[in-house]
């Protein structure tokens, strides 16, 4: 459609500003920005009389106003409404803004207000704090009542320096003036949203004439924004074949020692994985693979057979961890593999380079036929020196932990690398279409043998000393422990244990035993010294933080308390899980909840049932939203206006049919 300046008609130059701070610079931008939600102004929700767990949209007549003191020389604002018109009702309901004396600028006795907000009990008063309000002009000071009142309303996400109802009125005039052919159909008109339009569907969602046209509207519109998405990762797959790149795989000798070496034999998946893997490098085009893995299921040894086969042809393997715990960790792992077969092995973080303290094994002559391996963190995108024999493969460990920028930063660091990007934290399938469209995925669907059983339970807080019993029971035995708290410090704001603080009380528990503290703030060395005694079982019990939850293996350690379990998402509980049935022993994680958080345990059950981090993954992305579960896999994509659309399977894979034929011909 032809793209107009916005009108400026009644817009100071505030309001162009917080227009242009939202990102709306002409009409497009402003007929698709849009509701957060929608207000029924056609009936409103009856006025509250007790409290309610979920907000309200109410209409009244404003009683009272006044300047009210909090003591301590603070001030408040209260605003007291009643029911409009002769209503049988007396009762009345008080709002509150803190903090914010001018409000007293904004409301006079008698006009009318609509509000939104959660009426709550203070003392023996029914009030709403802070909630969103406009004031009712009947005459309509804009000229645009009709946007305002009798009507489902919608209400938008704000900016500072323009009004919710200048914004609808602007809106609201735009949608007036366009015309239907001036918003053209971006899908064929075969979709599984049957009737809509482009058009049809962003006047329902901004002006629906019930609430039940605005699902439809939204799904035909997420439809689109997931056809483009997938246009862009298709093209982009695409261009990488084209473009083609350099094989980057040697005969298999040193993955045929490697393997020979292994003290157990790779699971039917490892194999069949690296055959996928073999046959990528061994192609004249850059390698873009997925590698999906439960946690345990043997990620590392494929990465392992994956560096050797591109070190066999010459080239050099990097490898990015989130962490410089799991990075040096990486490290020592593969120089003990590494070392017998003359390679060397690199460590780069932001606090140690080529080894730092850790020893660093360096046999390979100057002469050598074979690539270098280096492991590090982000640091390796701002190394400044280059990979000497060129940059064959890069392998990023939990790719979830980093951004797309971060990604690209690293492969572009070579004349175009293979890519190998891996993930214990299973991605619901949706996610890996919407998400991962333009890459190949491996999935390692088999657990080695010989790990041990984990039984999983749910106990309470208040259960403390028979959980300190039970762990004092496994240490006598010569296991160790893990208990992770959320907080690394006490919050006035949030009611959980802080780790700092529960650390003292643990090694009163636990007397005879030796304690040891780890969280995310201590100093890179103090870190690396925890871990190294633990590993060392020179410490029995860590006391932690989520700073474990990737890669840290310790398989004597087999038990595991996570207090205030209902505060993590299922896939970092799974996640944290993994730490324990890493060795032959029988495991315990026991997820210790608030007892008020019943809601919560119910949520959990999930986690005693299973250990497939698929079916979890599932669950949490149905619990939480994919925005939650995504993290920051989503940085470096468009910002997504329905990303509550991603787990629906069907829309995800219809935009994934609809974008392949639109390329197919030629779009």
């Known amino acids: 459609m032809p793209v107009a300046d916005i009108p400026a008609t009644r817009l100071d130059s505030k309001a162009k500003a917080a227009l242009e701070k939202l990102g709306l610079k002409n009409v497009e931008d402003l007929i698709g920005h849009f509701p957060s939600r929608h207000e029924n102004r056609k009936s409103f929700d009856s006025f509250p009389t007790n409290p309610t767990e979920q907000s309200v949209c109410i209409c009244g007549e404003i009683d009272d106003c006044q300047t009210k003191f909090a003591g301590k020389g603070r001030r408040y604002f209260e605003m007291t409404l009643k029911p409009s018109g002769d209503s049988i009702f007396d009762h009345q309901i008080a709002c509150r803004w803190f903090n914010m004396p001018y409000m007293s600028k904004f409301f006079l006795v008698g006009q009318q207000v609509v ?6 009990m203070s003392g023996r008063r029914l009030v709403m704090d802070h909630p969103e309000y406009e004031i009712i002009d009947e005459d309509g000071n804009d000229g645009m009542f009709e946007a305002h009142m009798g009507r489902i309303v919608p209400v938008y996400p704000m900016a500072s320096g323009i009004g919710q109802k200048p914004l609808r009125t602007l809106i609201f005039r735009v949608l007036e003036s366009l015309a239907d052919e001036q918003v053209p159909d971006t899908l064929p008109k075969e979709t599984s949203v049957g009737g809509m339009t482009r058009i049809k569907a962003i006047r329902n969602l901004h002006y629906p004439e019930k609430m039940e046209d605005i699902e439809p509207a939204k799904r035909y519109l997420a439809l689109e924004e997931f056809t483009w998405l997938q246009m862009e990762l298709l093209k982009k797959k695409a261009n990488a074949v084209s ?9 298999g000798g040193l993955v045929k020692r490697y393997l020979g070496d292994l003290p157990f034999e790779p699971t039917g998946a490892q194999v ?13 085009r850059p390698m873009s693979r997925l590698l999906q893995g439960d946690v345990g299921a ?5 990465a392992a057979a994956s560096a050797l086969y591109v070190i066999e042809a010459g080239f050099d393997v990097a490898l990015m961890a989130p962490t410089q715990i799991l990075a040096e960790q990486h490290f020592q792992n593969f120089q003990q593999w590494f070392e017998p077969l003359g390679i060397e092995v690199r460590l780069q973080t932001g606090s140690k380079d080529s080894g730092g303290n850790l020893p660093l094994f360096d046999t390979s002559p100057s002469d050598s036929p074979l690539g270098t391996m280096t492991v590090g963190t982000h640091a390796l995108i701002h190394r400044k020196e ?5 940059l064959g493969l890069a392998i990023i460990d939990e ?12 492969v572009s660091r070579g004349d175009r690398p293979d890519l190998l990007v891996m993930t214990a934290t299973p991605i619901p399938r949706t996610l890996t279409l919407a998400f991962y469209g333009d890459l190949d995925v491996s999935i390692l669907d088999e657990l080695p043998k010989g790990r041990g059983k984990i039984i999983t339970g749910i106990r309470m807080t208040d259960q403390t000393d028979k959980a300190a019993g039970f762990v004092r029971d496994q240490l006598s035995e010569g296991r160790q422990v893990y208990i ?3 907080l690394i410090e006490e919050s006035e704001k949030v009611k959980s244990g802080a780790v700092t603080k529960e650390f003292k009380l643990w090694e009163e528990r636990l007397k005879g035993f030796k304690c040891a503290l780890l969280h995310g703030k201590m100093a890179a060395d103090d870190k690396d010294v925890v871990m190294e005694k633990f590993r060392a079982h020179q410490t029995d019990v860590l006391v932690s933080t989520t700073v474990i939850e990737v890669g840290v293996d310790v398989p004597n350690a087999n038990v595991m308390l996570i207090y205030n379990a209902e505060r993590f998402g299922l896939a970092q509980l799974h996640q944290l899980r993994g730490r324990i049935g890493r060795g032959e022993h029988k495991s315990y994680c026991v997820l210790m909840c608030d007892p008020e958080a019943v809601e919560a345990v119910d949520r959990l059950r999930i986690m005693e049932e299973t250990r497939d981090g698929f079916r979890i993954a599932e669950e949490d992305l149905i619990q939480r939203g994919p925005g939650e579960v995504l993290g920051t896999q989503q940085s470096g994509l468009p910002g997504m206006k329905f990303p509550e659309y991603l787990g629906d399977s069907l829309l995800v894979e219809e935009a994934r049919r609809i974008a392949m034929a639109f390329l197919n011909q030629g779009a």
């Open 115 to 120: 509000l939104f907000g959660r009426p709550k």
């Open 243 to 251: 473009v083609g790149g350099v094989v980057h795989c040697g005969k």
């Open 272 to 284: 069949r994985v690296i055959d996928e893997i073999r046959e990528d490098l061994a192609v004249a």
């Open 298 to 302: 043997g990620k590392t040894l494929v």
């Open 386 to 390: 280059g990979f000497e024999n060129g």
């Open 399 to 410: 790719q979830h932990k980093f951004g797309v920028g971060q990604r690209e930063a690293l």
């Open 484 to 486: 992770v708290y959320p």
